[in-house]
């Protein structure tokens, strides 16, 4: 799962109400730009089961709820990878936070997911294009490519000692016209005695998600929603793009 691409984006469609409803159904979220979905049931009094899985990896689901909280766990079986899941149900929305320790540092993610529309009507042609809602806006020439964002953690001694790494690399373009395809991404784990990987090729469009900049910030606007999301303050140089979040937290991605 993306830890840290581009800035932790959310799509909440708030609610003044804090009603309690059933948590049964699908989900959709989003995380740094990539579709989260979120599969969730009843498996008998006070708890739920199900899955989430994004462009990368699948995780099961199992926790406990009590009114409209939900403490449990979210677990991808080919890494070995345990986050920790507390979840807040506020009508069709769900907040959610992720935790997972990473060699001795809690990373955090949240991800608001929103329960996805029971589709009803006149289905579409396939070969009626929808319009660029992002087709006025303007965009910065220089971000337009492809931006690589990797990340090392290490633990520990190889010496004789425990040791611990976990690398990741993860490919965004920003294409021309507004629109974001994911360039791919790869997770290597390793230790004294143990090894795992897992790699997506990427190549696929990010729907209904497009960007556009104006007074050197860098928007998402997530058309399903209807909502933008500024990602920060952006300076480009030698290849180089930092970002600067609205809440100080700084991203640097390398030119492809």
């Known amino acids: ?25 699908k989900y959709e979220g989003n995380l740094n730009g990539e579709a989260i979905i979120l599969t969730l049931a009843e498996a008998g009094a006070g708890a739920v089961s199900g899955t989430m899985t994004d462009a990368l990896n699948k995780y099961d689901i199992a926790g406990t709820v009590k009114g409209n909280t939900l403490k449990g766990t979210a677990s991808e079986k ?11 149900l ?14 001795g540092t809690v990373e955090k993610m949240e991800i608001d997911f929103m329960r996805s529309p029971t589709v009803s009507g006149v289905q579409v042609p396939a070969n009626k ?11 910065d020439s220089r971000i337009t490519g492809t931006w690589v964002k990797e990340s090392n953690y290490s633990s520990g001694s190889g010496f004789g000692g425990n040791y611990g790494s976990m690398s990741s690399r993860e490919v965004m373009v920003f294409n021309a016209d507004g629109t974001l395809t994911s360039g791919g991404s790869s997770v290597v784990v390793g230790g004294n005695d143990y090894t795992g990987s897992s790699a997506n090729a990427g190549g696929d469009q990010l729907k209904d998600v497009f960007w556009y900049t104006g007074d050197s910030r860098l928007y998402l606007y997530f058309a399903q929603n209807n909502q933008t999301a500024e990602l920060g303050r952006y300076y480009i140089e030698n290849g180089k793009m930092l970002i600067t979040g609205t809440n100080g937290e700084k991203l640097l991605l390398y030119r492809d």
Not at 4 to 25: C, D, E, H, M, R
Not at 78 to 88: Q, R, T
């Open 1 to 25: 799962m993306r830890m840290t691409f581009l800035v932790v984006v959310t799509i909440l469609a708030i609610s003044p109400a804090y009603a309690q409803k059933s948590w049964t159904g």
């Open 78 to 88: 080919n890494l070995g990878l345990v986050f920790d899941m507390d979840a807040i």
């Open 90 to 103: 506020l009508q069709n929305n769900i907040q959610c936070t992720l935790s997972v320790n990473v060699f």
């Open 129 to 139: 294009k929808s319009s660029n809602p992002v087709a006025s806006k303007s965009r």
